[in-house]
Nanobody
Framework: QLQLVESGGDLVQPGGSLRLSCAGS????????????VAWFRQAPGKEREGLSC???????NYADSVKGRVTISRDNAKNTVYMQMNNLKQEDTAVHYC???????????????????WGQGNQVTVAS
């Protein structure tokens, strides 16, 4: 059973930076994190869950317009971990952040659409003075 666990959320000042980590485990036999498309999402109170970034099996990346230019998603295959570096953070970035598998028709595809399965606890990012 694939498990992705977020960490690194914190309280930061506007304009600050933060790096979130997504540690993977429970892969299919012989697989590592690079065989999955992994996306980052965020959800603020009263708002829809929003896709932010995704890294594909080939290392290609996708970004939402709301964070493009401020966010970089990356992957460390040896550590089976996906990261999201966030710079120039704004108050509007305050939300619970999640990482999750992206898949379409049984294939690992970066869609940045939320899945319908149960979500993990996520990590709170708070941007405030």
């Amino acid at each position: 059973q694939l498990q992705l666990v977020e960490s690194g959320g914190d309280l930061v000042q506007p304009g600050g930076s933060l790096r979130l980590s997504c540690a993977g485990s429970g892969f299919r036999t012989g697989y590592t994190v690079q065989f999955y498309a992994v996306a980052w999402f965020r959800q603020a109170p009263g708002k829809e869950r929003e896709g932010l970034s995704c890294i594909s099996t080939t290392g290609g990346t996708n970004y939402a317009d709301s964070v493009k230019g401020r966010v970089t998603i990356s992957r460390d295959n040896a550590k089976n971990t996906v990261y999201m570096q966030m710079n120039n953070l704004k108050q509007e970035d305050t939300a619970v952040h999640y990482c999750a598998e992206n898949m379409t028709a049984g294939q690992p595809i970066c869609t940045m659409r939320p899945h319908s399965k149960e979500w993990g606890q996520g990590n709170q990012v708070t941007v405030a003075s």
